[in-house]
Structures are given as structure tokens and as C-alpha cells.
């Protein structure tokens, strides 16, 4: 019984850059890491299939570091609120026993 090789997808990723960007040939490639042509060749469909998808998480990383500055100045907002209405209570004279009764 013969065990299937497996493959790291930065192993995979460099193969396909490799023939991609013209720096080796796919026969060579192949011949250098003793892959079939097919596979290659899947590798290489699957990799521009998703190549689109790289540049998604940039967006998708501002996008929520935005949220994040929103929700940080927000904090900081009720923060200083609740301050204030901490201090003016105490100026009043009230605190949580005298406005229970």
C-alpha cells in the first residue's frame, strides 16, 4: 500500500509562483519535485480560483478596525458621562442609600 504524499500550502504556493512567474518552467517543476503534471496543474487552477480572496482581508481588517475606533471613542464618551454623573451626585448630596428611600 503506497502512502500519498502531502503537501503544505506555502509548498504549494511556491511551486505555482514558480511557474507563474516564469522563473522555471511546469515540466521543471514537476521533474524537480517529482509531482504529475495534473497536479500542478489543479494547484494552479485552485490558486488563481482564489487569488481575489488575498486582498478580501485587507478590507474586511479595516473595516473592523474601524468599528473598533467607533466603539473605543464610544467608551470613552459613556466613560466621561458616567464620571460626570458620579461627580454631580455627589455634589447634590444623593448617593445610592438616600435615593432608595
Do not use: N
Not at 504549494?12 to 496543474?41: N, Y
Not at 490558486?47 to 480572496?53: G, H, K, P, T, V
Amino acid at each position: 500500500m503506497s502512502k500519498r504524499r502531502t503537501y503544505t500550502p506555502e509548498f504549494k504556493a511556491a511551486v505555482v509562483l514558480a511557474v507563474i512567474s516564469g522563473t522555471k518552467t511546469a515540466a521543471e517543476v514537476c521533474r524537480e519535485h517529482r509531482i504529475k503534471p495534473s497536479l500542478l496543474t489543479r494547484w494552479k487552477q485552485q490558486f488563481l480560483a482564489q487569488a481575489d480572496q488575498i486582498f478580501r482581508g485587507d478590507q474586511e481588517r479595516q473595516q473592523a478596525e474601524i468599528r473598533i475606533q467607533a466603539l473605543e471613542r464610544m467608551v470613552g464618551r459613556l466613560t466621561l458621562q458616567l464620571e460626570m454623573a458620579k461627580k454631580a451626585s455627589l455634589m447634590l448630596g444623593l448617593t445610592g442609600e438616600d435615593s432608595a428611600r
